[in-house]
């Protein structure tokens, strides 16, 4: 079974990061959230308060098949700044592991430099933060290692195609007919 960890911060856009939470549970994928805020539970940026699973100090990052990273502000900010969350993700691409970011999040990507030479979606405006990426403007971009994702709109194709990355084509048509994901989509 793969192994994800969320990194979650105060001001995370909840939408962005409890949805990927829910379809990977639903896909059979055992993801963690993880607060890098000092406490277990972070206030979202629309002021919901989350119990996360663990704080980042008591996380044992090296197992894990994926890093996540949430939008939302300052939420992205937060994980900018956090040190724990900086080397994790640069131990992480080193080693040619798995990384998402959706929203304003793809900024910290940029700032590693692990977007370099790559094609990367984000939220409107925040492209300029994505130092040597090729900026797609698509809901949801895999280059590679990474996926990144443009905002609160693109929670589910951005969640089902982590989902697919870390199991299977099958898991995931199964979890979107279920979802009545195709039901909402043939409609659109």
Do not use: Q, W
């Not at 979650?8 to 055992?30: C, F, H, K, P, S």
């Amino acid at each position: 079974m793969a192994k994800v960890y969320e990194f979650m911060a105060n001001g995370t856009e909840e939408l962005e990061a409890l949805t990927v939470v829910d379809v990977l549970r639903r896909g059979g994928v055992d993801i963690k959230t993880v607060s890098i805020s000092g406490t277990e539970e972070i206030e979202s940026s629309h002021g919901v308060v989350i119990k996360c699973d663990m704080r980042i100090e008591d996380a044992c990052l090296d197992d894990a098949d994926m890093l996540l990273l949430p939008g939302g502000l300052p939420g992205s900010t937060h994980l900018l700044e956090h040190e724990g969350v900086r080397e994790a993700l640069l131990r992480h691409a080193a080693e040619g592991r798995r990384i998402g970011a959706i929203c304003a999040a793809p900024m910290v990507l940029g700032d590693l430099g692990l977007l370099k030479g790559r094609k990367a979606t984000c939220y409107p405006g925040f492209e300029k933060y994505m130092d040597g990426a090729e900026y797609t403007e698509e809901l949801y971009t895999v280059d590679g290692n990474i996926i990144t994702g443009c905002g609160p709109a693109a929670t589910l194709p951005y969640s089902y195609a982590i989902l697919e990355m870390l199991t299977d084509k099958d898991t995931v048509e199964r979890l979107k007919e279920g979802m009545m994901y195709n039901r909402l989509v043939s409609r659109l």
